[in-house]
């Protein structure tokens, strides 16, 4: 199954730390969490909290403890193809709070949204029977319109619903890609 999974963070500093995490699969499951941060984890930025909305006193009272969160996504999240568009922090993000919770920290990999998009579109096209030599104008034409229109509305800065996002936007070009391969299969 496939899940865009998102974190938020305390800053972009070396020292910074996820603060929240959410996901939105494919099937319309989802979850998000703020997580409580480990002693050590000091690094606060108000610029980021100006973005995300989240302030350290709430994150204190309300954030799970990060190893429940880190073993809830592993036993949720394990065997899934999982996406985030932007792979690198979001990695980097998971990969620092697993450690803390004891766990691998590759016990979940993350691919790069736009490999979500461009595979799914592809699928579509191979399935409807679209030749090989037209598949490349068709797939720009639906990509590079649906994420203009998506970048077009700001994020959220908030997990989940950045997630939510990420799926709706997957969504749309599936279904674009299905209107297409419908029509080319009337020709």
Known sequence: MIIFLDF???SLGKGGFPIEVGW?????????????PVPGWEEWSSEAEGIHGISLDRLMREGEPHDAVARRMVETLTGHDLFASAPSWDGQWLSKLLQAAGLPRHAL???DTDEAQRDAVLAVLERSGVPVG????????????????????APAHRALEDARGELRLWRDVVRQAEGVAGRWRKR
């Not at 939105?24 to 409580?36: K, M, S, Y």
């Not at 037209?134 to 509305?153: F, N, V, Y």
């Open 8 to 10: 938020e963070a305390s």
């Open 24 to 36: 939105a699969a494919e099937d319309g499951t989802e979850e998000g969490h703020l997580i409580r």
């Open 109 to 111: 990999r993350l691919r």
């Open 134 to 153: 037209a598949r490349r104008d068709i797939l720009d034409g639906i990509l590079e319109p649906a994420r203009l229109a998506a970048k077009a509305g």
